[in-house]
């Protein structure tokens, strides 16, 4: 059973409490004093001490717009560039081959393998057996380097 004992006296018509003489009130906390009789921010929350929002300055918003702004600049104008690049490499066309420059090897009978090549294996629809037909093309040869002598 817990021990009870009065150990102060309120009185509502003066502020604040009187102690019992030889006795003491344990407060929680780390002070051990009592609470304030008012909250910090007053007990609807309108205080001014509450009101003070800590706003960037101007400038500093300014700065940050700005350094956005250039970022997103270089990130468009490196996709831009890199667009622009990849499609004049692209109409450069040096990597097309004319006809002229293709060697066609000939048909000998020696070097069947080379100067055919086999391009698939496909069973006709339009007959019902199950022969199957070959489909050969030539085989042409195209110098990628050109030797251009001492001159």
């Known amino acids: 059973m817990a021990l009870r004992m009065i150990v102060a006296n ?3 018509a003066s502020p604040g409490y009187t102690e019992v003489s030889g006795k003491s009130i344990h407060w929680p906390g780390l002070s051990g004093n009592p609470p304030p009789n008012r909250p910090r921010c007053g007990f609807t929350g309108d205080d001014p001490v509450c ?3 800590e706003v960037m300055p101007t400038y500093q918003i300014a700065l940050m717009c700005l350094i956005g702004v250039i970022f997103f600049g270089f990130i468009i104008f ?3 560039y890199r667009r622009l690049t990849w499609e004049r490499d692209l109409r450069n066309m040096s990597w ?4 002229a420059d293709v060697t066609f090897l000939s048909a000998r009978a020696d070097s069947f393998k080379l100067s055919m090549l ?3 294996t496909m069973a006709t629809m339009e007959t019902d057996d199950d022969e199957c037909k070959h489909s050969f093309t ?3 040869l195209y110098q990628l380097l050109e030797y251009k002598g001492l001159a």
Do not use: E
């Not at 097309?96 to 006809?99: H, I, N, P």
């Open 78 to 80: 490196f996709i831009v």
């Open 10 to 12: 309120y009185w509502g």
């Open 96 to 99: 097309r081959v004319t006809f």
């Open 118 to 120: 086999d391009v698939g």
């Open 138 to 140: 030539r085989v042409g």
């Open 51 to 53: 009101d003070v929002i």
